[in-house]
Every structure is written in C-alpha cells, then in structure tokens.
C-alpha cells in the first residue's frame, strides 16, 4: 500500500501551492516582541497544520533570525511538525497496559485500512497514525486517541468500526 503514502515529492507539491501570506500577519503581530518564536510557530502551524521549509523560511525573514535557529526550536519541541498530519490523528497507545491488552493489533487495523505505518500520513491527508507511550488510561486498556477523542476496551473489530465510521465522514 506504499501509494497510500505522502510521498516527499507529493509534500513539496502541497507546499508550493500553498499561500504563505498569512504568516506575515502572524508575525506581524509578534514582532519586536522578546519570545515570540514559539507563539509565531504555534499560529502558523495551527493555520497551516504543520511546518514547511518555506513557512520556515518566511518566518525567519520576518523575525529577522536564522532558519537554522527557528529548526532548533521545532526539533526541541514535539508539538511542531515538518510535514503534513492528516485530519485525523490517530494515536494508538503502546505503552505496557495496552501492549498487554493487543494494542499492537490495533496498529495492525490502521495499516490494514489506510495503508499507513507508525508516523505515516495517508494519501488524502485524512489520517495520521501515531504510536504513543502511556496516556494515562490503562484501565481502558488498549485505548486510542483520535484527535481529541478517546476510546477504551478496543478489539480490533470495535476499532476497526470506529476507523470506518470517520472514513465516511465529510472531507
Ligand atoms: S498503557 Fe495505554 S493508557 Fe496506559
């Protein structure tokens, strides 16, 4: 299912249409500001989704600082990220409780049904898949996220329902 993958190539044609303008009117609002590096970073990703080199880049010349220290502070930071995430991430808990409980299994179905690996993205930008550590529900145990939402005492058949029913949801 490899074709079901964003592909590199496919993420710089996402970044070349995109229009970069409002990040100048992010940073606009920052600027002079001491700290600002952070709150720019979380607008522009929570317009755009996810930080490109060119966002990164008109960052930069608007705040007047290095590209280079911009990326020291996405990579330090989880919350940023460099390419496209889908419209719904689906976080899969791996921490011991649900490993215990088949949660590797779960993981399995995602593959199964979007065609997409641990950190993968899928093709029409619809779903991500992220395995995480303890999320502090392991007496639902296995248990995933999707976006904000949590779901408990999953087989991979109840999963698989729940990965179908946000399949048919609007795009
Ligand atoms: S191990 Fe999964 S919620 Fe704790």
């Given at each position: 299912?490899?074709?079901n993958?964003?592909?590199?190539?496919?993420q710089e044609?996402?970044?070349?249409?995109?229009?970069?303008?409002?990040?100048d009117?992010?940073?606009?609002?920052?600027?002079?500001?001491?700290?600002?590096?952070?709150?720019?970073?979380q607008?522009?990703?929570?317009?755009?989704?996810?930080?490109?080199?060119?966002?990164?880049?008109?960052?930069?010349?608007?705040?007047?600082?290095?590209?280079?220290?911009?990326?020291?502070?996405?990579?330090?930071?989880?919350?940023?990220?460099?390419?496209p995430?889908?419209k719904?991430?689906?976080?899969v808990?791996?921490?011991?409780?649900?490993?215990?409980?088949?949660?590797?299994?779960i993981?399995?179905?995602?593959?199964?049904?979007?065609?997409?690996?641990?950190?993968?993205?899928?093709?029409?930008?619809k779903?991500?898949?992220?395995?995480?550590?303890?999320?502090?529900?392991?007496g639902?145990?296995?248990?995933?996220?999707?976006?904000?939402?949590?779901?408990?005492n999953?087989?991979?058949?109840?999963?698989?329902?729940i990965?179908?029913?946000?399949?048919k949801?609007?795009d």
């Open positions: 299912m490899a074709e993958i964003v592909e590199k190539k496919e044609e996402v970044k070349e249409e995109l229009d970069l303008s409002a990040i009117e992010i940073c606009a609002e920052y600027k002079g500001r001491k700290g600002a590096t952070i709150p720019v970073l607008k522009v990703q929570e317009h755009y989704g996810y930080l490109s080199k060119e966002m990164v880049d008109r960052i930069a010349e608007n705040l007047n600082m290095s590209p280079h220290t911009i990326y020291g502070v996405i990579t330090f930071y989880a919350q940023f990220y460099t390419t995430r889908g719904y991430v689906i976080r808990c791996r921490g011991t409780a649900c490993h215990v409980k088949g949660s590797g299994r993981s399995e179905v995602v593959t199964e049904e979007f065609g997409i690996k641990n950190g993968e993205t899928s093709s029409d930008l779903f991500t898949l992220e395995e995480v550590s303890c999320i502090g529900a392991c639902m145990a296995p248990v995933i996220m999707i976006n904000d939402k949590t779901y408990g999953l087989t991979p058949e109840k999963a698989r329902e990965f179908r029913e946000y399949a949801k609007d």
